[in-house]
């Protein structure tokens, strides 16, 4: 069964605290995003382990396998946006629709071990790009074709939120 796609746009997470999740992007900075990368990407071979890996809550929910094959794929589409925003001036992304790639690549039938290697393989790559970053170049900036912008630091703190936010999910 097919998840009614998110549509909201979240990039208020940037201004203020998620009243969900308890994110707050103030205590993000691009000194301690790379470390704060590594620990969300450590606490999903636990989420990954558990006998209900693979439950939907519910019928608009997708279950922890989903939600950590999810995240493995945020930490490559975003390592390649970091990439083009280090190597273009100002480009636009491309378009990414999650929830179209859930479906295609059967978030819910892939292996939970496999899903865990992987996730630890791209997000720590990810962390390893952010800490690699000199400091003149945190505010190259990119853009989404729905017009918002970023730079390399606000869009460290976007994932960051993000990958937070699906951990918050799987825990309640």
């Not at 909201?8 to 308890?22: A, E, H, M, S, Y």
């Not at 693979?54 to 975003?78: C, K, M, Q």
């Amino acid at each position: 069964m097919a998840i009614e796609p998110d549509t909201k746009n979240w990039t208020w997470v940037l201004d203020r605290p998620c009243p969900d999740c308890g994110f707050d992007p103030a205590s993000v900075s691009a000194a301690t995003l790379p470390g704060q990368l590594r620990d969300n990407v450590a606490s999903w071979s636990a989420v990954l382990n558990r006998p209900d890996v693979r439950i939907r809550p519910d019928d608009s929910t997708w279950s922890p396998l989903e939600y950590a094959a999810h995240v493995r794929d945020v930490f490559l589409v975003f390592h390649t946006r970091l990439d083009v925003m280090l190597s273009e001036t100002d480009p636009e992304f491309e378009n990414w629709d999650q929830d179209a790639a859930a479906i295609a690549a059967r978030y819910g039938e892939q292996d939970p071990v496999q899903v865990s290697g992987e996730l630890v393989t791209a997000g720590d790559a990810l962390a390893d790009a952010f800490e690699r970053i000199p400091t003149e170049n945190i505010s190259r900036t990119g853009r989404r074709s729905n017009g918002s912008h970023f730079t390399v630091e606000t869009l460290g703190r976007y994932l960051l939120h993000d990958v937070v936010h699906h951990r918050w999910d799987v825990s309640r």
